[in-house]
């Protein structure tokens, strides 16, 4: 059974930075694209970033480029997404995918004062 | 503000069938397969459509999906109260080189 487990969201000041992380099992993560998608609360899906198998080729949103940083290690079967100066309008429950049939259950990121 | 266009809402009384539009251009729905999405409340998203008109293992034969030049829709037949839920659409946009979720439809069981 595929399982994503996303961790490392809560509450951080503007300006500030967060790693998120998603584990993963169930299946050879070294073979797959990854991605994160966000929801602020209340709103639509918003694609984030993805990551290719290999962790070479990857693509962000131009609302998060130069912000956010997505990479992967296959050995721990864990993808990450590096959040740095922080915003309000990236409070959000961040979710990693597997392209694109399973999702994680999501973990919230608020960013206020 | 998303390049795939939905409606905001649709509506049915149970055994009904409800049409979601997807509308979008040649750089994406165009040039690109098409995934659809169910999150019901409070949960993650669920892969509902793949590849414009497959269904994964599990999904009922009641949700079907089909694509038109630079638009999708999905179709649920013999509407059923468990399907009240927010439904999107997603592409890959060779403009924006990035992936491109719609703008969303809440579907409402009358």
Redesign the interface.
Known sequence: EVQLLESGGGLVQPGGSLRLSCAASGFTFGTYDM?W?RQAPGK????VA?IGWSGVNK????SVKGQFTISRDNSKNTLYLQMNSLRAEDTAVY?CAKH???????TLVTVSS | QSVLTQPPSASGTPGQRVTIACSGSNSNIGSNIVNWYQQLPGTAPKLLIYNNNQRPSGVPDRFSGSKSGTSASLAISGLQSEDEADYYCATWDGSLNGHVFGTGTKVTVL
């Not at chain 1, 694109?100 to 999501?106: C, E, L, P, S, T």
Request: charged content about 15%; overall charge negative.
């Open positions: 991605s998608v639509g899906l918003e694609w993805s693509h962000y949103a131009d979710y694109w049939a399973d999702w994680g259950q999501g």
